[in-house]
């Protein structure tokens, strides 16, 4: 199975909101709730941000936000803030063989 | 709060079998899932399998049953082999426990770079 698609960069001013979307299929994102987003700094590990589609781990500002419609999934970030910048990978549950896709990430700049 | 740690030779030879430990700490290893998943140098992520210490296991169908993961209850400590490695398995390799209900990773180690170079 293919990778989620995301788009390769989004950026915004600080203060904005940006949106990034990450398109599976009917057999991943669009049959599942089990969509994790994660931020990733440089040379860190990645951090989960937000689980089965809209739920946040505690301690993660409500600036973050999930949703999903049909087979895409999307991760809002309003009130940018210059430590936002990073890399943000989407995951989905994708059957018990795949078990989960990745998607390719997107790199946030931070005007 | 559970803590995890990676460990392992940072070179492997071609052909040869690349192992890693991840070392876990601040919990109990039997009470969760946990997975490897890895990253190449400027790439995205790339999840490997996951395992539990009854030895339940499910693999990533891409590496062909070049990969085993088990865990050493006694040593609070996760295991990765990869058989039979390439250029292509150079990556930053990370351990990470799956949060309850599942399919997501809610702790992650710092992560390990491989290097796979004759």
């Known amino acids: 199975q293919s990778a989620l698609a995301q788009p390769a960069s989004v950026s915004g001013s600080p203060g904005q909101s940006i949106t990034i979307s990450c398109t599976g299929t009917s057999s991943d994102v669009g049959s599942s709730n089990l969509v994790s987003w994660y931020q990733q700094h440089p040379g860190k590990a990645p951090k989960l941000m937000i689980y089965?589609?809209?739920k946040r781990p505690s301690g993660v500002s409500n600036r973050f936000s999930g949703s999903k419609s049909g087979n895409t999934a999307s991760l809002t970030i309003s009130g940018l803030q210059a430590e936002d910048e990073a890399d943000y990978y989407c995951?989905?549950?994708?059957?018990?063989?795949?078990?989960?896709?990745f998607g390719g990430g997107t790199k946030l700049t931070v005007l | 709060q559970v803590q995890l740690q990676e460990s392992g030779p940072g070179l492997v030879k071609p052909s040869e079998t690349l192992s890693l430990t991840c070392s876990v700490s601040?919990?109990?290893?039997?009470?969760?899932?946990w997975s490897w998943i890895r990253q190449p140098p400027g790439k995205g992520l790339e999840w490997l399998g996951y395992?539990?210490?009854?030895?339940?296991?499910n693999y990533n169908p891409s590496l062909n049953s070049r990969v085993t993961m088990s865990v050493d209850t006694s040593m609070n400590q996760l295991s990765l082999k990869l058989s039979s490695v390439t250029a292509a398995d150079t990556a930053v390799y990370y351990c990470?426990?799956?949060?309850?209900?599942?399919?997501?990773?809610?702790?992650w180690g710092q992560g390990t770079m491989v290097t796979v170079s004759s």
């Open positions: 089965e589609v809209n």
């Open positions: 601040g919990g109990s290893i039997s009470s969760y899932y």
């Open positions: 395992t539990f210490y009854t030895g339940s296991s």
């Open positions: 995951c989905s549950y994708a059957g018990s063989t795949t078990y989960v896709l």
């Open positions: 990470a426990k799956i949060l309850q209900g599942g399919a997501s990773f809610d702790i």
